[in-house]
């Protein structure tokens, strides 16, 4: 990519989206196309298009997707599977019409199937059943993966996928029905802490599961400088892994949190709610063979988000 590369960023709105503008702007690129939901619908053929006809971008970071957590993913599985399905379909098509240079599209670590070995590596996928909560999504995304490699193999195209694991930081969805574990716990903390400021007491903060299963988390920062880094450097049909390589229980994340917001509540683990997949840490050897580190700690990254969303104004 060049400076003035014309380069097309689906999903600039989103968390991973806004970061990858960031990093790009960051390294003085400027020639940046940007579309929100309201002016493009991915979703339609017709509208995708005639967008790539119109702007021909030169390159592409594929962020745009309908994303959630457990409940999200297991109350809208038809809408996961459809609107995903139909946003890369169309984006990696009309890459491919209009002469696209380079593709990327962003997978996800649940991808992987539930029981796998860990760590996981990229030769894990399809070798097992997926968690059934996040199925639809996952198979969304698998496809994804799929169509790159195989416009590849069939047209010579240079389209790459990558497969983040869990990701926080600026811009992230902290909405209690829809978000991820990790702001979802930060919210939770926080209105609880808030609760006990004012009155001196407050409810006890409900957390789903029982806290065994271990996760690993990235600062969508970290995802922003691995992907700007491969888009330069990487070409392939080996997806990627990109994540830290470490991981922690979801109680030993939510005790970590609850210090950082300075709770002192109560915690219940309601064990009728799921947990999901056991374990998900991904083996990040390719990544770190190909020259990228990530460079936020997790204990770092979460104070400073809590820092920048919520402990200077309100939730």
Same mark, same amino acid.
């Given at each position: 990519m060049e400076k003035d590369s014309k380069i097309y960023i689906a999903g600039h709105t989103g968390m991973v989206g806004s970061s990858i503008v960031r990093q790009l702007e960051l390294e003085g690129y400027s020639n940046l196309v940007r579309r929100t939901s309201q002016e493009l619908d991915l979703t339609s053929q017709q509208a995708v298009s005639a967008f790539f006809q119109e702007e021909k971008p030169e390159f592409v970071f594929l962020a745009a997707a309908k994303v959630g957590?457990?409940? $999200?993913?297991?109350?809208?599985? $038809?809408?996961?599977?459809?609107?995903n399905?139909?946003?890369?379909n169309n984006v990696i098509h009309q890459s491919y019409v209009h002469g696209v240079k380079k593709l990327m599209f962003l997978a996800s670590s649940c991808i992987y199937p539930k029981l796998s070995p860990q760590p996981i590596k990229e030769s894990y996928l399809l070798s097992g059943k997926l968690e059934s909560t996040n199925e639809p999504y996952a198979i969304a995304k698998i496809a994804g993966v799929k169509l790159c490699e195989n416009y590849n193999c069939q047209y010579g195209c240079n389209f790459i996928s990558v497969m983040p694991t869990n990701l926080y930081g600026p811009n992230d969805n902290y909405d209690l029905e829809t978000a991820h574990v990790l702001p979802a716990l930060l919210r939770k903390f926080h209105e609880a802490k808030i609760q006990f400021d004012r009155t001196g007491q407050s409810e006890p903060v409900e957390l789903w599961g029982t806290g065994a299963p271990l996760r690993e988390f990235l600062h969508v920062d970290d995802l922003a400088k691995a992907c700007f880094y491969l888009m330069k450097t990487y070409q392939g049909n080996t997806s990627v892994n990109i994540g830290t390589g470490q991981d922690i229980s979801i109680k030993e994340l939510a005790e970590t949190i609850r210090k950082i917001v300075g709770f002192k509540g109560k915690l219940i683990w309601n064990e009728d709610k799921p947990d999901g997949t056991p374990r998900k840490l991904l083996d990040v050897s390719l990544v770190h063979s190909l020259g990228w580190k990530h460079q936020i700690e997790l204990l770092e990254g979460i104070a400073e988000v809590y820092k920048n969303k919520f402990k200077n104004q309100d939730a």
């Open positions: 957590g457990i409940e $999200a993913n297991n109350t809208y599985r $038809a809408q996961f599977l459809y609107e399905l139909m946003i890369q």
